[in-house]
């Protein structure tokens, strides 16, 4: 009877205690119900930044002293560590000297000396001005105290900003810098547009800053946009006279002689001297600078005679002991008129859609001297705006299937060869480059390049290439803030679509 009373009072007071915290529950719910409904997001993050900025301003309660190149910059180990992972460990672990130090000595180079205060009250403000002249600098010291923010901000202003690098002499200094610290993204993007303007590029004083290592790679590789080998050749030319300058007044005599024979040997080797004309090969001759050199330019002046007069022996011994010495028979992506054509939209805005442009122009069918000046022709027929396919109706051995309209949108190019090899079984190769124009801060430029080998022959005709350019990009929704804002447009209204078409045999 004890027990049994004993366990229904038990239960009586479990069942009060669960109705009181439902009732507490159900409360506080409806309170923070009400709360929710009642309450406002204040955002006051400004008047708290000032707030910090003005310890900087004003010098107020710091405890570290940092000293640049003899200017002392007070500041607070809390900003710096919270900002930087270098700082934190320098000023928070023992086994750092600075840790104990109320005042600190950086070493920075002269470049990034000058804008240390700047770099630092970003630290305070989050706040800095970035432009193509310090751009450099700021990367440099975010890279050097692992500023994470810091360095995305001038990587996305470097991806933007990269015609007016080239314009104002400091694309190379970038290409050189992003590839040493293993920025590959805007490394590959200044690459890119170096070998896809390398004539541009090649006119600025920056051209002469070109790292031996960096500029020997470009030259290995055969997507390099140049109007024919001989104006590569005279760039170079330009390349070794800067360093002829430079080394002037740090080597003796000898010394510079040893060292640009040296230099000429590195970067006129990938040249790709049989890709010049007979023509040109002789007029080389009597240049100074193969006059100077002349033992080593008469072997590479005879490889081009090799290929143009067809001695297959020496040209299979040249592919087989030179490193990359296939490379030297073939084509770049040339621009002279014997390769390429230029094809423009005017107006494109007022262009219909699925509406199509053509250009018929001509080729050189082989690139050797021997073979003649026997020439081809090309229909190239562009789709800047999509692709309409009509209903039809197609005829097969079960009888007639009707195929609907249909609609693609994409940036097609269709190239069609108008005279392939008449014998059934052979075929003809050749390398094609669609060169794209862009516009950047004002500067024209080849943005973009598709380049694929294809073979044409009586029954491979014509060759589609789709998806050229991001159709939403060409062609933004009418009523975008982006609709006559395409990168892919140039022209003093930004209303021309300008490609070049590159077709060269592929040896």
Known sequence: MLRST????????????????????????NVEESENSDSIEVDNSRTVLLKIATLYAERLMNDICLVVDGIEYPAHRLILCASSDVFQVMLMSPQWSESQESRVTLQETPQCAPIFSEFLRYFYTGQIKINYGVVLPILSLADKYNVKDLISLCLDYMQNHIALAAIHCTLVSWLQYTSNCGHHNITQACQNFIKWNLELVAKTADFGNFDLDILVSLLHQSSLVIKDEMTLYKCLESWLDHQANRLNTQLSHDELEVTLKQLVIAVMTPVRFPMMSP?????????????????????????????????????????????????????????VETHSSLLTIQNFHSLPSYHTRTLVFSSHSCLAEYAGDRVCEWIVDIYPKGVWFKKFFLIVWQGTVEMPEHVKRSVRLSLTCKEPPINSGTDMRVKIGVLIYGLQDGVEHITRVTEVIHRFSQTERVLNLDDLLPFDELNPQQGSPSETLSPFLVGPNKDMLKLHIVISPAN
């Open 6 to 29: 004993f366990r229904w009072m038990t239960g009586f007071s479990r069942m009060d205690t669960n109705k009181e915290t439902e009732e507490k529950t159900n409360i506080s719910n």
């Open 279 to 335: 023509r040109q090969l002789a007029e080389l001759l009597l240049s100074p600078l193969t006059q100077k050199y002349k033992e080593f330019f008469v072997e590479r002046l005879s490889i081009g005679m090799s290929f143009h007069s067809n001695q297959l022996h020496k040209i299979k011994e040249v592919c087989l002991n030179e490193e990359d010495g296939a490379l030297l028979f073939e084509p770049r992506l040339y621009t």
